[in-house]
């Protein structure tokens, strides 16, 4: 469940700065796999891909965390 919402926000992030699964793998230096993975909610990513994330996108870990039901 955790993983899906991780996945859910860093998919609708990616998709609003403009980057297709394969640039934005290429960016994170991960393969376009693990990123689906991600995306999918079946994988989530650890601390330090996450650091990546925040800043390729330009957004804080605030703003990607999910938010708590």
């Known amino acids: 469940m955790e993983a899906e919402k991780w996945g859910r926000r860093i998919r609708a992030f990616r998709k609003l ?8 793998a290429k960016q994170l ?4 796999s693990v ?4 995306e999918r909610g079946n994988r989530i990513p650890s601390e330090e891909l996450l650091a990546v994330i925040t800043k390729v996108l330009q957004v804080s870990i605030e703003e990607l965390t999910p938010k708590s039901d």
């Open 29 to 32: 230096g991960v393969s376009v």
């Open 17 to 24: 700065k403009g980057y297709t699964q394969e640039s934005f």
């Open 35 to 38: 990123l689906g993975e991600i």
